[in-house]
């Protein structure tokens, strides 16, 4: 499943930029390179779910995915910034 697709499924901020996701108030975390599309799209769900679960276990209160061409990382807002 497409990142975007994800997000929307899970209720997830997506950013182009890492810049608009701090602009936001998000804090970045796990960061990814992969080599082309279908490897971005696996990194991006194995950091998407990586968040969920942080979020279902009250550890962040808002979550979101940095979708770069070449990299994909993971943003959040801790409890108490959210």
């Known amino acids: 499943m497409h990142p975007?697709?994800?997000?929307?499924?899970?209720?997830?901020?997506?950013?182009?930029?890492?810049?608009?996701?701090e602009a936001a108030g998000f804090r970045l975390g796990q960061r990814m390179s992969p080599r082309n599309v279908w490897n971005r799209d696996s990194a991006a769900s194995a950091i998407l779910y990586d968040l969920i679960g942080k979020r279902k276990k009250g550890e962040v209160s808002e979550i979101a995915l940095v979708l770069e061409i070449n990299?994909?990382?993971?943003?959040?807002?801790?409890?108490?910034?959210g």
């Open 71 to 81: 990299a994909v990382a993971g943003a959040f807002k801790g409890k108490d910034e």
């Open 4 to 21: 975007k697709d994800l997000a929307a499924k899970y209720e997830v901020k997506v950013f182009d930029s890492p810049t608009a996701a």
